[in-house]
Every structure is written in structure tokens, then in C-alpha cells.
């Protein structure tokens, strides 16, 4: 049992150092799941498992969601939503002072609930909005970071696709999470836009005032985002309200943007070609990073690396809050080697066991033990807290994903300077940590409210 356990460790040291070098995150799981599980159990077992392994994990019908909503981004980006969304949001807000930025977020949450991908919401509005902030002579890191920062939305305001892996690793209800993702993610946009008024107060320079709007161009841009926002009420809402789950849902979604985009003379065959190709490519990306996903845990199981690690924590005498502090930590270590959906992959298989033995078990104890709420509780509010800095790794220096996308958007602007702009934000996205944590019912209350 120790050599195993030893074996597990290693392989985790040889994971980290593979990622390090940059090689890609589902090429590296498979490699170390693979040789682990044949020093472990012999060729003839690994060989087994793969006659039926792939089969097994994406035969999963709420797998089936996810090129849809991948689908329902790419169509929504080629239809030009992005445009309207920041149209609309710069006639709301563009007349005050850092309006311009503000509308960027707003549009962005808008454009975050359609696409569900915070690197596809960081480069489409990027495209879109930087040309304008740039012509208010914004400054470069207020403008570089709010659309970094910006980009973070789209994995936590619903439909979010790795809220919905999230969800299968851990064998929760997606619907359900996506109810608790609403007000954290609604929460996020509010303090965003109060970062960028504090901004703009000290330094008034950075975010000027946009020009006024007639009442005429008011009413054009609030009627041309109005499609966006049915189409959003009919997909969630719809969800929310029990007509139908999450892979109809999308189905109908992806109908309603292509309609859209149709109508608009936006969806022609380059256009629909584009949108699948990406849809297959990301596809295709997502599942072989759950194929090696699910051969490391397979390994590390047999292992015993998760239950040697839960045990230990379980017996480290630290408080469960403290315990949870650390492992959302090392979360947004994580963040400066992948990408969010390779960090809840690795990371939550090894996590929630600790957390649901520090909870006491299965099922929670009478006695107040653990986090104080049933296992079914935490499990959406951690859910909901890791996908919070999964987004901060997004942003965080040296490597936040986001800021390289944003940068290779804005050349002229340094990167260090599109850190500097991001930092506010990070500050508020740690703000927004600690309130959720000291209060777990701004989570748990919509979904209970609801069911």
C-alpha cells in the first residue's frame, strides 16, 4: 500500500512537471493515468479499461449539453451579438464618467451568459470594445484590464460549461447550480463596475465621459440587444422554470441565435461552417481532457492518493474553514499553469473527498460538526467558491490566461500595464470570496427558493 501511494505521489510531481513544460493538459493526464495504472496493476488492466473507458465517459447524457452550449457561443459570436450587447450597454452607461469600461463589463456578462466561455468572452468583446475605448482615450490599463477581468464572467453567469463539468464530477443537480451561480455572478458585475467608479474617481483621466446619446440612437441600441435578452430568458428561465433541462434547453438556445443571426443576413455557410468547426474543435478539446481526467483519477484511486490525502487532512487537527481557505488557495495557484476547465478536472476529484470527510461524512452530523450544512449544501457552495477563483486564476500574474488574450488584442498597450489595470479587480473578486464565504446562504437561498 505505501509503494502505491508512493507511485500515486510521484505521478502527481510528474503531472505538475509535464503541465510545466507546457504540455497539453489532456496529453499529460493520459500519459501519467496510463503508465500509473500499468506499474500499478500491469498492461493487461490498462489495456482492459480502455476497450470500454472512453465509451463509459462520454456516453453520459448530461455530457450531451456541452456542444450545444458550445455550439450556441460560436453561433452567438458569428451573429454579431457581441456588438449589440456593447451597443446597448455603452448607451446606458457611456455618458458617465469610465461609462465606457462599465458597459464593456455589462456587455460582457450579457455576452458571458450566452457563450459560457470566459476565453471566448475576453477575445469577442476585446475585438469589439477596444477600438472604442481607445477612441475616448481611455487609459491602457483600465481599459485592458476591465476586459480582462470582464472575460472572467462568462464561466459563472449561466449556462456555464465548466459549472456543468463541475456538476458531473461531483454528481450534483446542474440545474441546480446554475440557480446558485445567478446571484454570485450577479454579484461579480456589480462590484466590477463599482471598482471601475472608484477607478475613475482617483484617476479621472483614465475613464473619460462618452459622448451623449439622441433619443433616437437611445431607443435603436436598447431595441437591438432586446432579442439577446429573450433569447437568455427563454434558455435560463426556461431551465429555472422546470420546462425543460439543460441539453434541450441549449438545443433551443442554438435555434433562437441562429434564427437571430439568420435574420440579420450574419448566418451564411462560412459563417455556420466557422461556428461548427469551433464547436467540434473545443468539443473534441473538452472530451479528451475528461478522457485523461478520468484515467489519472482512475490511477490515482487504485493509488490511494485522494483517500490517503483526505485522511490526512481529516486528522491535521486545522479547522474545516481553514482546510477549505487552503484548497481554494491552491486552486488559484493552479491558475497560472491551465486553463479553468483543466483546474476543476485535476483538482476537484482530489478536493471534494476532503471536504465531505471534514463535513462528516456522507452525511452530516447532528452535532454541528464539519461546515454546519448537509453535504448536498456544500456541495453547491463550494462549487459556486471554486469556480470564483478558478475565474481569479484567470487574471492572476504571472500568467492569467485572460490578460495574454487581451494583450495580443492591444499591442500598443504593455502587458505589465494590463496587469496593473486587472489588479483592482482581483482586489474585488477577493472581496466577493470572503463575503460568500462568511455567508453561504447568498448561495444556497435562490436554489432553495426555487425547488
Do not use: H
Amino acid at each position: 500500500m505505501a509503494d502505491a501511494l508512493m507511485t500515486g505521489f510521484a505521478g502527481l510531481i510528474v503531472l505538475i512537471l509535464l503541465i510545466a513544460i507546457r504540455m497539453p493538459i489532456a496529453l499529460a493526464m493520459i500519459i501519467v493515468g496510463g503508465v500509473g495504472v500499468t506499474l500499478l496493476n500491469g498492461t493487461a488492466i490498462f489495456m482492459a479499461q480502455l476497450k470500454t473507458l472512453a465509451y463509459g465517459q462520454f456516453s453520459i447524457y448530461d455530457l450531451s449539453v456541452v456542444p450545444m452550449f458550445v455550439l450556441m457561443g460560436a453561433l452567438a459570436t458569428q451573429a454579431g451579438l457581441s456588438k449589440d450587447m456593447f451597443r446597448a450597454a455603452n448607451a446606458w452607461l457611456g455618458w458617465l464618467r469610465g461609462g465606457t469600461a462599465m458597459a464593456a463589463i455589462a456587455a460582457c456578462a450579457i455576452f458571458g451568459a450566452v457563450c459560457g466561455s470566459s476565453l471566448a468572452t475576453a477575445s469577442t468583446m476585446g475585438k469589439v470594445a477596444l477600438p472604442e475605448l481607445a477612441r475616448y482615450r481611455y487609459s491602457g490599463a483600465l481599459a485592458t484590464g476591465t476586459l480582462a477581468a470582464g472575460g472572467v464572467l462568462g464561466i459563472l453567469i449561466p449556462p456555464s460549461v465548466v459549472l456543468i463539468i463541475y456538476s458531473i464530477i461531483v454528481e450534483a443537480n446542474i440545474v441546480t447550480m446554475f440557480m446558485a451561480a445567478l446571484i454570485p455572478g450577479i454579484m461579480a458585475v456589480l462590484l466590477f463596475l463599482l471598482t471601475i467608479a472608484i477607478y475613475v474617481m482617483i484617476w479621472p483621466e483614465s475613464g473619460p465621459r462618452g459622448d451623449p446619446n439622441t433619443r433616437a440612437e437611445f431607443l435603436s441600441a436598447t431595441l437591438g440587444v432586446i432579442p439577446v435578452l429573450v433569447i437568455f430568458l427563454l434558455v435560463i428561465g426556461g431551465i429555472y422554470a422546470g420546462f425543460y433541462n439543460p441539453t434541450p434547453a441549449a438545443a433551443v438556445g442554438v435555434f433562437l441565435v441562429w434564427l437571430y443571426g439568420t435574420f440579420r443576413g450574419q448566418m451564411g455557410l462560412k459563417a455556420m461552417r466557422i461556428s461548427l468547426l469551433e464547436t467540434a474543435s473545443t468539443t473534441g478539446m473538452i472530451y479528451l481532457i475528461l478522457l485523461g481526467a478520468e484515467m489519472l483519477k482512475i490511477f490515482m484511486s487504485r493509488a490511494g492518493v485522494p483517500q490517503a490525502t483526505a485522511e490526512w487532512m481529516a486528522n491535521s487537527g486545522l479547522a474545516p474553514m481553514t482546510v477549505l481557505l487552503l484548497l481554494l488557495v491552491a486552486l488559484i495557484a493552479l491558475g497560472c499553469l491551465m486553463d479553468s476547465l483543466s483546474m476543476i478536472l485535476l483538482a476537484i476529484p482530489f478536493f471534494w473527498p476532503v471536504l465531505v470527510e471534514l463535513n462528516g461524512g456522507l452525511y452530516q452530523m447532528a452535532d454541528g460538526s464539519g461546515f454546519g450544512m448537509s453535504t448536498e449544501d456544500l456541495k453547491i457552495w463550494f462549487g459556486i467558491l471554486a469556480l470564483i477563483v478558478v475565474e481569479l486564476g484567470l487574471i492572476t500574474p504571472p500568467v492569467g490566461m485572460n490578460v495574454f488574450v487581451i494583450s495580443a488584442l492591444a499591442k500598443d498597450v504593455p502587458m505589465s500595464e494590463t496587469f496593473k489595470g486587472v489588479l483592482p479587480f482581483f482586489l474585488a473578486e477577493l472581496l466577493r470570496v470572503a463575503v460568500l464565504l462568511a455567508f453561504p446562504v447568498i448561495v444556497l437561498w435562490l436554489p432553495r427558493v426555487l425547488s
